[in-house]
């Protein structure tokens, strides 16, 4: 392969939103149309051109084909394009007032109780016994 770099969504044909499985489907049509042994006799330059996109489908399959490069890869790349939105813009702040983070809760859980449940009011129990 050449030295200049490609973005491997943009050689598959993807967005950084695809899954595994449409980059492997995208991936496997990029290699049937364009594997020596898949594609139709053609002059020299179309097998030029085909090995080209061969080897560039092959290495953008090599980065996004696995979830931890796909991960290493995302990361170095569209860390500088986000940036962390602030909770509350500053314009908003009193001037003596002091930033406190939302208030955040955990899960609520409700536990049964341990005591039995009582059946009926004291006055039938009372008949009863």
């Known amino acids: 392969m050449t030295g200049d770099f490609c973005d491997p969504y943009a050689v598959l ?3 950084p939103q695809a899954t595994q499985a449409q980059v492997r489907r995208a991936y496997r049509t990029l290699l049937r149309q364009n594997h020596p042994d898949t594609r139709p006799l053609s002059e020299p330059a179309d097998d030029a051109d085909s090995s080209t996109t061969l080897q ?24 500088q394009t986000t940036t962390p939105t602030p909770v509350r813009p500053t314009w908003l702040f009193t001037p003596g007032e002091v930033h406190q983070p939302p208030i955040q809760a955990g899960p609520v859980r409700w536990h049964r109780s341990r005591e039995p449940r009582r059946v009926g009011s004291a006055t039938t129990r009372a008949k009863e016994l």
């Open 13 to 15: 044909g993807l967005t």
């Open 56 to 79: 560039r489908a092959i290495a953008a399959y090599t980065v996004l084909g696995d979830p931890a490069r796909r991960a290493r890869y995302d990361h170095r790349t569209y860390q």
